[in-house]
């Protein structure tokens, strides 16, 4: 009985030694197992490709210009100075974005999604490849897939990049007396064109947002005055005609023509007068010399605050 005991104790130890010594054997090829079944595997890469679809571009700081008028009858055809001009404007401007050659392959345009425009290929234009088309985004732009407006450049600059575009294909739409006309009368070249300031969206809505933030500092710093005030005949008559006072200076504060003339003012009580804090009918409650004094007031208050 005690050799049977031996004998089976001798072989669980046996089988625990080849258990441990395999799993040894395992765990050192663990490495060259993994690497095998990973190189099995299509390798995953991850896509640094910038999705622009839907991306609004912000616009460039603009500074008003006058550009003088242009003859724009003789882009009818274009010229070999049309075209020399509008090469060296396309290298500056585009290439980065488009390519050398115009077909969407530049190094700047690389992570972009969806690709520039390649101009050796006429389909799937937004705006179209006409010459009016071609001229309107230039000039506005297309925000929603990154492609910025070009309105900084004189007129016959955009003309002129243009005509060396349509050196690409021979396939371009024949340029026709009407689009030259709907392209002058749409945005006046023959009489001059007078480009405004244009700042940035971002910065405009900032600005929006400081004026609003003073005007509201503004409209505080009244009501607490006529509120300290409130025995003064004027700010009773104010407060008599007002059904929201702050509503109401706000309203004033933002729309300043009331300070022409009184009746610049009426018109403000009859134009939406509850909407815009004051009684309704509020006009008629005043009397002609009220009136005066309440116009008075108001200018007097709005000059101090």
């Known amino acids: ?78 010229t070999p100075e049309m075209v020399d ?18 077909k969407g392959d530049g190094v700047a345009g690389a992570s972009l999604n969806p690709k520039p425009r390649n101009f050796h290929d006429l389909n799937g234009w937004t705006n179209g490849p006409s010459i009016t088309m071609m001229y309107k985004t230039l000039q506005e732009g297309i925000i929603t897939r990154g492609m910025a407006s070009y309105a900084n450049l004189p007129p016959e600059d955009r003309l002129n990049m243009i005509m060396y575009i349509r050196t690409f294909l021979p396939d371009y739409p024949p340029v026709t007396q009407v689009q030259i006309d709907s392209i002058d009368q749409t945005y006046s070249l023959t009489k001059g064109v007078k480009m405004p300031n244009q700042i940035p969206v971002k910065l405009a809505m900032e600005k929006m947002l400081q004026k609003n933030l003073s005007i509201d500092d503004k409209v505080k710093n009244m009501v607490k005055v006529i509120n300290e005030n409130k025995n003064d005949s004027s700010a009773v008559i104010l407060k008599s005609v007002s059904s929201n006072l702050t509503k109401a200076l706000t309203v004033l504060a933002q729309d300043s023509s009331w300070n022409n003339n009184e009746a610049a003012l009426v018109k403000i009580f009859d134009n939406n007068a509850v909407q815009n804090g004051f009684r309704a009918r509020a006009s008629y409650m005043l009397s002609p010399q009220q009136l005066t004094q309440l116009h008075a007031y108001l200018r007097k208050l709005f000059s101090a605050s």
Do not use: R, W
């Not at 595997?41 to 640094?48: H, Y």
């Open 1 to 78: 009985m005690k050799e049977y005991f031996k004998f089976y104790g001798l072989v669980y130890i046996f089988f625990i030694s080849a258990v441990v010594v395999m799993g040894t054997m395992y765990i050192n090829d663990l490495p060259n197992v993994t690497q095998e079944k990973i190189g099995g595997l299509p390798m995953v890469t991850k896509d640094t490709t910038k999705d622009t679809t839907g991306v609004t571009a912000d616009l460039p700081m603009i500074k008003g210009t006058l550009s003088p008028p242009v003859e724009v009858m003789k882009y009818m055809a274009a």
């Open 85 to 102: 001009k509008g090469k060296a404007l396309f290298t500056m401007n585009c290439a980065s974005c488009h390519g050398e050659q115009g």
